[in-house]
């Protein structure tokens, strides 16, 4: 297999760490050769958070190379804005239509937020595959807003390789304890999204 090559973002307290290591376990659950690396930055305030996930059968670096990310798996819309700059053409994009705190570059706007409408307006333009999902309104009907992340890695798992029951011995490995049953529907909510 190519190596694919994922890019988890968000800003801290999302789960970005967490999904990188779900789906790097996946990975490596299911054979592949993968490598990993997480830039956290000012992430215990609320600051950027990424994690390259990069898996195949043979791969050398653990850092996407620029323009080559195959999926970006964003956990804040603004922080989609940051990374999309790192895909070619024609790749696919999960993102979370959660606003996030909002970043200086775009408070200083006069109206304060770029609209949902224009964010997706310039993504379409570079990503063959954009699907915008309201993790947070799945997670809060689940009954836990904390498996908001999960979602998305559920809808990320069908753009991957790696069958469904590696996600699920890995979820099960890497939550916390008495959390498994939640996490396990949620990974299927984002799953079964259409």
Not at 55 to 70: C, H, N, Y
Not at 94 to 107: C, E, F, M, T
Not at 129 to 146: D, F
Request: net charge positive; hydrophobic share 40%; with cysteine.
């Amino acid at each position: 297999m190519d190596t694919q090559n994922i890019l988890v973002c968000g800003i801290g307290g999302q789960g970005v760490v967490l999904a990188g290591k779900i789906i790097s376990h996946a990975a490596f659950e299911k054979g592949f050769d993968v490598k990993t690396s997480e830039v956290h930055g000012m992430s215990q305030r609320g600051g950027s958070v990424s994690t390259h996930i990069r898996f195949g059968d043979k791969v050398f670096s653990p850092l996407i190379p620029g323009q080559s990310a195959d999926i970006l798996l964003s956990f804040d819309i603004y922080e989609t804005l940051r990374y999309a700059r790192d895909f070619a053409d024609k790749k696919t994009l999960i993102i979370s239509s959660n606003y996030g705190k909002i970043p200086l570059w775009a408070s200083a706007r006069e109206n304060d937020r770029i609209s949902i409408a224009e964010i997706s307006g310039a993504l379409k333009i570079n990503f063959d595959k954009l699907l915008m999902v309201n993790n947070k309104e799945t997670a809060m009907s689940l009954g836990n807003i904390k498996v908001a992340n999960i979602i998305l890695i559920g809808l990320l798992s069908k753009f991957t390789d790696i069958e469904e029951d590696f996600w699920l011995k890995v979820i099960k490995d890497n939550v916390p304890k008495k959390t498994e049953e939640i996490n396990i529907k949620s990974f299927l909510a984002g799953r079964n999204e259409k």
